[in-house]
Structure formats: C-alpha cells, structure tokens
T-cell receptor, first 111, second 113 residues
C-alpha cells in the first residue's frame, strides 16, 4: 500500500518568515495530493490541493509543488502569521478516494 | 450551514460501556468516513462507506461498527469500551467517483475512564 512520510514533525518560524513542509509518497498510482490544516479543537480543513497533471499551484500565501518523478510534494507558506499556527497534514490519494495521510507537522509562528 | 456535524463533542464514559457517536452531512456527498486521531495526532482510517460498499480497516476491533440509516448519516457504535479507545474521532465525507477532498466534522473527544 501507500506510505506517506511528512517532515518536519514540528516547525517554529518567526512571523513574516516562510515555512516549508515536505511529504514523500511511495505509490506511483497516487494522483491527488491535498493539504489539511487542523487548528486546536477543530477538525482538519482542506487548504489547498494539487493533482498529478500539475507541478505547482498557488493560493495567496500558500503554494504547493509536486515532483512526480521524485514522488514528493511540498507546502509553502509565505509571510507567516500567528493564525497560521496549527497542525498540517499532507495526503496522497489513489483512485476511489483512498486517502493516505502523513503524520502531521505542528507549525508555530512566533510573533 | 453546509457541513459535517457530529455529536457529541465530548464523551466521557466508563470502561465496558457501549456508546454511539452520530454524524450527519448535508453536502450531498456519496461517501462518509470515520477516522481516529490519537494523542500523537496520527489520523487513522477506520471505515469508509457509501451506499454500496463498506470498507473496514482490518486493524479496527469488531467492537466498532458503523451504522448508516441513509446517505447523509454514518453513526459509530462502540461496544465494551476500553481505555485504549480514548481518542478524538472524526467523521468526514467526500464525493465519490474521483479524487476529491474530504470535509471533516469538528470531532468527538472520547475519554474512557
């Protein structure tokens, strides 16, 4: 089956700096890669996603890149703000909505 | 509001009891899921269900059973609760037939004492 690794497990950045979270996957059949943000006491929320026919996608301060050959994808957050502090999860998805989540990254943005 | 809603938000119960967590989605999604999130924040799939197929993670004890009265509901029943069942349980839904993001509920924190 699919194996998704996510790094780092914890990340602290100064407000205004950039944050990068990286994930690798093993199954070349995975073709959809969503990212979720989980704030304290809440459920994970989809923040951005990318499909395998695209190499990069951007939405304001958030961007995701995908390297299918190397089987890795990354989340980039620029100009971080304290409200970006949360746990972030990547996922690799095969057909039939089989989701494989990474182990999560706890991001802390220091004011 | 369109959402996935689950109740209760908190559940404290004694070992050996039987309890249920309810989940409802009004998004018109075809597939619903239950996830368990442990203290390390790992998200583990327990069940996925649409009106045609129930897929069970083989590691889930048979004390856990999903019940779906209709397409918009997927409840989780847990028998003979154990201390190790303490976790946050998330319901989620998605459209079927392709790769779409999940919409998660806000979670139920289960504490077994």
């Amino acid at each position: 089956g699919e194996n998704v690794e996510q790094h780092p497990s914890t990340l602290s950045v100064q407000e205004g700096d950039s944050a990068v979270i990286k994930c690798t996957y093993s199954d070349s059949a995975s073709n959809y890669f969503p990212w979720y943000k989980q704030e304290l006491g809440k459920g994970p929320q989809l923040i951005i996603d990318i499909r395998s026919n695209v190499g990069e996608k951007k939405d304001q301060r958030i961007a995701v890149t995908l390297n299918k050959t190397a089987k890795h994808f990354s989340l980039h957050i620029t100009e971080t703000q304290p409200e970006d502090s949360a746990v972030y999860f990547c996922a690799a998805v095969r057909s039939s909505n089989q989701f494989y989540f990474g182990t999560g990254t706890s991001l802390t943005v220091i004011p | 509001d369109t959402a996935v809603s689950q109740t209760p938000k908190y559940l404290v119960t004694q070992m050996g009891n039987d309890k249920s967590i309810k989940c409802e989605q009004n998004l018109g999604h075809d597939t619903m899921y239950w996830y368990k999130q442990d203290s390390k924040k790992f998200l583990k799939i327990m069940f996925s269900y649409n009106n045609k197929e129930l897929i069970i993670n083989e590691t889930v004890p048979n004390r856990f059973s999903p019940k779906s009265p209709d397409k918009a509901h997927l409840n989780l029943h847990i028998n003979s609760l154990e201390l190790g069942d303490s976790a946050v349980y998330f319901c989620a839904s998605s459209q079927a037939g392709g790769n779409y993001g999940y919409t998660f509920g806000s979670g139920t924190r289960l504490t077994v004492v």
